[in-house]
């Protein structure tokens, strides 16, 4: 029913993105915001003048390289809506990776077609950011897929492949090498949780990693300290990402550090509230996966509460978590050039309409930061480990500590992975969510076609 089911919003999915993204192509005829950079970068790499570089692309070349072979295998121009498809390309094939990683989160056989989607992919596929610049000529698409197609390789125990998918990825985002250690570990822990003693074989060491809802404070450091010690059986699987890190540390060696140009306006801070705005994004863009938690929402609201407040110690907790939390709010909030002057994003408006409507405004939303927070844990914790539910929060620190602009597309690739360990959600929680994709879809594509100013002014993500 799934597989039928996927096939079927696969098929919409295409026609409308597709459609889309011919009406976008009818109305925004010139490069716009990033594109300005990326399009001639690609079209010089078209026209083989390989010595091209413009100082104020900060990625690595994937994205122009990728058009290159696409123009040379299928012979289209390197024009503006040409150069548009490669994102799109990359972004209809995404639910055929998502498909795989799925499964195997939800502990399922996937379809025997790897060309056969299953319905939570289509609609992961959906997610707003993914959507909307899988229609512009941006990295993060085609960089995602390539994170996803690892992840898989991954866990599929082909680690040289996945090794090779994540080097590939790193060639759109340099901080993609966060995700390659991440299909390692993801797919690590699954292996040494599940293994097997071979036949007539001695047992193996066995990790100590108990469910993650069931975990204490005090089972995270044995936790630790246990995979520690077991480390030596999954050593030799860590060797092509070793080869991977050992690329990328002589490529920031060599570069001088991780952003490639502009490093004046792309200097690393310590942005720690970004992880609180994360949470709170993804909560108020994945809330529909909340409504189909087994026993209901209800039941998972009482499970925050009971987190939160659910005796004097959590209470405690919580109200030590909130001061150190308002600490950071107050020490590492980040009022970034771009963010206050770039009024055509949406968090230019949300920056100056709420959070500096006073100045006591970004501490009030601290009780739902641990609230979401809570939520996500619960919801993806109910099939997993402590270790496996605290593998993606510790490579998404890396990820969104340094990086002082609030900017949603940060956000994309560690919500899909979250949103891919979640267990497995009725059809009715799937239509939901897909419906709810797809009214912000809508709304924030038709604001960015026909609300734009005078100027070219338009509103984007």
């Known amino acids: 029913m799934s597989s039928s089911l996927g096939a079927t919003a696969f098929v919409i999915f295409t026609v409308l993105s597709v459609a889309t993204l011919k009406e976008l192509n009818a109305q925004v005829t010139e490069p716009y915001m990033d594109e300005p950079f990326h399009v001639p970068q690609a079209q010089a790499y078209c026209n083989g003048d390989w010595a091209h570089w413009d100082p104020k692309i900060t990625t690595p070349p994937g994205l122009y390289i990728l058009s290159v072979i696409l123009k040379r295998s299928i012979i289209f121009k390197c024009t503006l809506p040409t150069l ?8 209809v094939l995404l639910p055929f990776a998502l498909t795989r990683l799925f499964c195997f989160h939800q502990r399922i056989r996937p379809p025997p077609s790897v060309f056969t989607p299953t319905l939570d992919a289509v609609v992961a596929t959906a997610f707003p950011i993914a959507w909307f610049f899988g229609m512009l000529y941006y990295t993060e698409v085609p960089g995602l897929l390539l994170v996803v197609a690892a992840v898989v390789a991954a ?17 759109f985002r340099q ?8 299909a390692y570990g993801a797919s690590s822990l699954m292996y040494l949780r599940f293994r097997r003693a071979p036949p007539g074989g001695p047992p193996p060491r066995k990790l100590y990693d108990p469910p993650a809802l069931a975990a204490g404070p005090a089972d995270i450091p044995r936790s630790i300290w246990s995979l520690v010690e077991i480390l030596p059986d999954i050593l030799l699987d860590f060797i092509p990402y070793a080869l991977v890190l050992l690329m990328f540390g002589a490529f920031v060696v060599w570069n001088g550090g991780i952003v490639l140009g502009d490093k004046s306006n792309h200097i690393p801070s310590f942005h720690v509230p970004q992880l609180y705005y994360f949470v709170a994004f993804s909560t108020m863009l994945g809330w529909p996966v909340m409504l189909c938690a087994e026993g209901g929402v209800g039941q998972l609201l009482r499970g925050v509460r009971a987190r939160m407040f659910g005796g004097r110690r959590r209470t405690l907790a919580t109200v030590l978590l909130s001061a150190a939390m308002a600490l950071t709010v107050k020490l590492f909030t980040i009022h970034h050039p771009f963010l206050l002057s770039d009024n055509r994003h949406y968090t230019f408006y949300v920056w100056r309409r709420v959070f500096m409507l006073h100045p006591i405004v970004p501490y009030l939303f601290i ?9 996500w844990f619960l919801r993806v914790g109910r099939e997993q480990t402590i270790l496996q539910s605290l593998l993606l929060p510790v490579c998404t620190l890396p990820i969104l ?14 919500y899909i992975l979250m949103r891919a360990q979640v267990g497995e959600v009725p059809a009715w929680g799937l239509i939901a969510e897909g419906v709810w994709y797809a009214i912000v879809n809508a709304a924030t594509m038709y604001v960015f076609l026909f609300k734009g100013r005078e100027g070219g002014v338009r509103f984007m993500w």
């Not at 548009?84 to 972004?91: A, D, F, V």
């Not at 500590?401 to 560690?414: G, K």
């Open 84 to 91: 548009r498809m490669t994102p799109l390309l990359t972004l």
């Open 155 to 171: 866990t599929q125990r082909r680690h040289w492949l996945a090794g090779g998918l994540g080097a590939l990825s790193c060639a």
């Open 175 to 182: 901080t993609n090498v966060v995700w390659v250690l991440y």
């Open 367 to 375: 009780p739902g930061y641990i609230a979401c927070a809570w939520l």
């Open 401 to 414: 500590l340094p990086t002082p602009l609030l900017e949603p597309r940060y956000f994309l690739v560690p």
